[in-house]
C-alpha cells in the first residue's frame, strides 16, 4: 500500500501507521501528560465549531409556520432528548438537557469522520507537501482514548457540579465517608474507597465504551481497505479484492453509520443515567 510519502508499506505496516497519532513527541511510556495528540485535538475542536454552526442555524431559521426539513429534523432531536432527560432526571434540566444535545451531537459528528476514506487524510497531506512535517494523521477524535477519556472527564466535573450543588459541600462529603455500610468512623475508610472507586469506574467505563467500538470499526475499515489493494502485495487476488473491497466495504459502511449515532446516543444516555443518580439519592 502506498503511503503519502511515496514508500510502501506490509499490512501490518499500514495498519500501524493509519492508527498513529500525530503528536509533539513520541511517546515512550503508557501514561505521558506532556504528550498533546494534534489531530485528535485539531478535529474535535472542528466538529465542536460544526455543531455549534448547525444549532445556532436551526435556531436562527426557526419558524412558526410550516417548518422545513431541516427545522423538523432539529425539532425531532431536541424532542427526543428533552424525552429522554425528563424520563431520566428528576429536577431542573435548564443545564441538563441542553449539554445531553451537545453531548449527542458533537460525538456524533466525530463518529462520522470515520466515514472518510481511510487513505484521503495522507494523500491530502501529500498533495499540499506536508508529508515531512505531519507523518501521521488520526482523524477519528472518538478512536483516539485521550479524546473519549477527555469528554469523560468533563461529565465527571458536571457530576461533581451538581453532587455539591444539591447535596452542598458537607452533604456531599458526608455521603461519601457515611455510605453505602454505615456511620461507624471504622467504616468511613471503606465507604470513601467504595465510592472513589465508583466515580473512577463510570467514567473510565464511559471514555473506554466510546473509544473501543470506534477503535474497532476504524481497525475494520483499515481491514477492508487492504481487501481492495490486496494486489498491491503481490497477490494475484484482484477479483476477490475488488468484491472484498465494494462489497463488504459497503455493507460495512451502512452498518456502522447505525454504530455512529448508536454510540453517540449511548454516550449521552450514560450521562443522563448518571447526573440522574445524582438527583435521585438527594
Request: net charge neutral; aromatic share 10%.
Amino acid at each position: 500500500m502506498a503511503t503519502s510519502a511515496g514508500t510502501h508499506l506490509d499490512p501490518s505496516e499500514y495498519i500501524r501507521h493509519h492508527l498513529q497519532n500525530f503528536s509533539t513527541k513520541h511517546q515512550t511510556s503508557i501514561v505521558d501528560f506532556s504528550i498533546i495528540n494534534i489531530d485528535t485535538l485539531f478535529w474535535s475542536i472542528a466538529m465542536g465549531i460544526v455543531m455549534l454552526l448547525i444549532l445556532v442555524t436551526a435556531a436562527r431559521a426557526a419558524t412558526l409556520g410550516v417548518p422545513g426539513r431541516f427545522q423538523c429534523a432539529v425539532e425531532m432531536l431536541i424532542e427526543m432528548v428533552e424525552n429522554q432527560s425528563k424520563t431520566i432526571v428528576y429536577g431542573n434540566r435548564r443545564f441538563i438537557a441542553p449539554l445531553a444535545l451537545t453531548l449527542f451531537v458533537w460525538v456524533a459528528l466525530m463518529n462520522s469522520l470515520d466515514f472518510i476514506p481511510v487513505d484521503l487524510p495522507s494523500s491530502i497531506i501529500a498533495w499540499a507537501g506536508l508529508s515531512n512535517k505531519i507523518s501521521h494523521h488520526h482523524l477519528v477524535p472518538t478512536a483516539d482514548l485521550n479524546g473519549t477519556l477527555g469528554i469523560a472527564l468533563g461529565v465527571l466535573v458536571v457530576m461533581l457540579y451538581y453532587n455539591i450543588k444539591i447535596k452542598g459541600l458537607f452533604g456531599f462529603v458526608r455521603e461519601l465517608i457515611l455510605a453505602p455500610f454505615g456511620a461507624s468512623p471504622l467504616l468511613w475508610l471503606p465507604n470513601l474507597i467504595l465510592n472513589l472507586i465508583e466515580f473512577i469506574a463510570k467514567i473510565v467505563s464511559l471514555g473506554m465504551r466510546l473509544f473501543g467500538n470506534m477503535y474497532a470499526g476504524e481497525l475494520l475499515f483499515l481491514l477492508i481497505a487492504l481487501l481492495g489493494s490486496i494486489w498491491s502485495f503481490g497477490v494475484d487476488t484482484t477479483i476477490l479484492g475488488f468484491v472484498g473491497h465494494v462489497f463488504v466495504g459497503s455493507i460495512w459502511a451502512i452498518f456502522h453509520i447505525l454504530i455512529v449515532l448508536l454510540q453517540a446516543f449511548i454516550f449521552m444516555m450514560l450521562t443522563l443515567v448518571y447526573l440522574g443518580q445524582v438527583h435521585n439519592t438527594h
